[in-house]
T-cell receptor, first 112, second 116 residues
Framework: ELKVEQNPLFLSMQEGKNYTIYCNYS?????LYWYRQDPGKSLESLFVLLSNGAVKQEGRLMASLDTKARLSTLHITAAVHDLSATYFCAVDRTGTASKLTFGTGTRLQVTL | EAGVAQSPRYKIIEKRQSVAFWCNPISGHATLYWYQQILGQGPKLLIQFQNNGVVDDSQLPKDRFSAERLKGVDSTLKIQPAKLEDSAVYLC??????????????FGPGTRLTVL
């Protein structure tokens, strides 16, 4: 059974600071997704990582994938309050991008 | 392009009652998913449809949950009878590619179910 673990589960950080969220998974997969969820809202796709070594950046967020280590990271640079949300990674179990197993989520709170 | 639509947005029922949720996917998307998201957890797949056929329902509690997608477009998810532990947000997602290729899922706003 595929297990997807994120850490930390909760992160409180000050504006302007940098931090990294980690996503570890238990079986081989070449595809990993990062989603953002605001309170009471649905999931918004942030990044799709399709191969080993993939790196994608959007604004203050950068995601990377190391399939050999079964690890993805979401790096936050110079955090701002608007980034406060819960972030989920999701691993494609089948390689066909059709069966996602989600991590537990990391709740990020950026304080002034 | 219109997104995934779901209704109702909120529902409160008592245990042992029945409830139904509706989802309309993005136009042209062949694959439709229903997820259950319990508070503080990530979404868990309940059922996946490809057009009007079920691809995976291995995690659907079939004694009380049922889902259909009769015309290969919109879908309903039903719970009968509901239990307290069914309190969750039910998310619908759709994707437009066939299995075997890159296939990003787009999520609807969800239905928040509270069972008292």
């Amino acid at each position: 059974e595929l297990k997807v673990e994120q850490n930390p589960l909760f992160l409180s950080m000050q504006e302007g600071k940098n931090y990294t969220i980690y996503c570890n998974y238990s079986t081989t997969s070449d595809r990993l997704y990062w989603y953002r969820q605001d309170p009471g809202k649905s999931l918004e796709s942030l990044f799709v990582l399709l191969s080993n070594g993939a790196v994608k950046q959007e604004g203050r967020l950068m995601a990377s994938l190391d399939t050999k280590a079964r690890l993805s990271t979401l790096h936050i640079t110079a955090a701002v309050h608007d980034l406060s949300a819960t972030y989920f990674c999701a691993v494609d179990r089948t390689g066909t991008a059709s069966k996602l197993t989600f991590g537990t989520g990391t709740r990020l709170q950026v304080t002034l | 392009e219109a997104g995934v639509a779901q209704s109702p947005r909120y529902k409160i029922i008592e245990k042992r009652q029945s409830v139904a949720f509706w989802c309309n996917p993005i136009s042209g998307h062949a694959t439709l998913y229903w997820y259950q998201q319990i508070l503080g957890q990530g979404p868990k797949l309940l059922i996946q449809f490809q057009n009007n056929g079920v691809v995976d329902d291995s995690q659907l509690p079939k004694d009380r949950f049922s889902a259909e997608r009769l015309k290969g477009v919109d879908s309903t998810l039903k719970i009968q009878p509901a239990k307290l532990e069914d309190s969750a947000v039910y998310l619908c997602a759709s994707s437009g590619r066939l299995a075997g290729s890159y296939n990003e899922q787009f999520f609807g706003p969800g239905t928040r179910l509270t069972v008292l």
